[in-house]
């Protein structure tokens, strides 16, 4: 085994109290998702989308990671091969436990996002509808999220990982979305051994060898803990 390839999607940062989609009384339910996350929606009302990815990141300011977090950092650092985690979440949970090989296929909050050039800079804060691109000086910034209609990041280097992973988990998504529901076929195919973690089978569990039921923050210290005693 040289190469273990891990998803993780909103349910294991959920632990750690940032909410998912679903969530009842978060900063989603106040909103619709074809208002804050497309890029119609960024069009119609600019402040309104700006602000709400602005309380999404003092969100992440104040969140830590969770023992979840934690076992797959330690995982990286312990394994004698190569561990990839590719993330839908937008915050830095995993960075801030320790992961350092971490591809944000939706983005990540942290960051901000020309329009009129594709510049990428570090967010502040609070960013305001307008501001200007560090370097072209267009007035076009946005958040660097991927919005519903937008092409993930990354697609190809993620597929290139899951062709030749040895391992594939999937943790605390629901197999809703595409292309990330897609991924364990992908891997299946490449012969990969797979494995889901989540509260409930997800629309996709069907396709896992092996799937753990119950909080990311307790049953990945046990599967981290099986893999390096072999």
């Excluded at 839908?88 to 801030?96: M, S």
């Amino acid at each position: 085994m040289q190469k273990i390839v891990i998803l993780t999607g909103a349910g294991i940062s959920a632990e750690s109290g940032l909410g998912t989609f679903r969530a009842e009384g978060g900063l989603w339910a106040q909103h619709r998702i074809e208002d804050v996350a497309t890029p119609e929606g960024f069009s119609r009302d600019p402040k309104l989308v700006v602000d709400f990815y602005n309380a999404r990141r003092a969100q992440e300011a104040e969140a830590a990671p969770n023992a979840g977090h934690i076992a797959l950092a330690e995982l990286e650092e312990a394994f004698s091969g190569e561990v990839v985690v590719i993330t839908q979440n937008v915050d830095d949970l995993h960075e801030k436990a320790g992961s350092k090989k971490v591809m944000h296929m939706h983005g990540a909050l942290k960051s901000a996002l020309c329009a009129a050039c594709d510049h990428r800079w570090p967010a502040p804060l609070a960013m305001a509808p307008g501001d200007t691109c560090p370097s072209c000086q267009a007035p076009a910034a946005r958040p660097d999220i991927v919005w519903f209609g937008e092409m993930p990041y990354d697609m190809d280097e993620i597929f290139d990982h899951l062709a030749g992973a040895d391992v594939f988990a999937s943790i605390g998504t629901s197999g809703n979305v595409y292309p990330a529901a897609g991924f364990v076929a992908e891997a299946r195919r490449s012969g990969a051994h797979t494995v889901e973690f989540n509260l409930e089978p997800s629309l996709v569990g069907s396709q896992f060898d092996d799937i753990r039921i119950g909080p990311a923050s307790q049953t990945l210290p046990l599967w981290v803990s099986e893999l390096l005693k072999g």
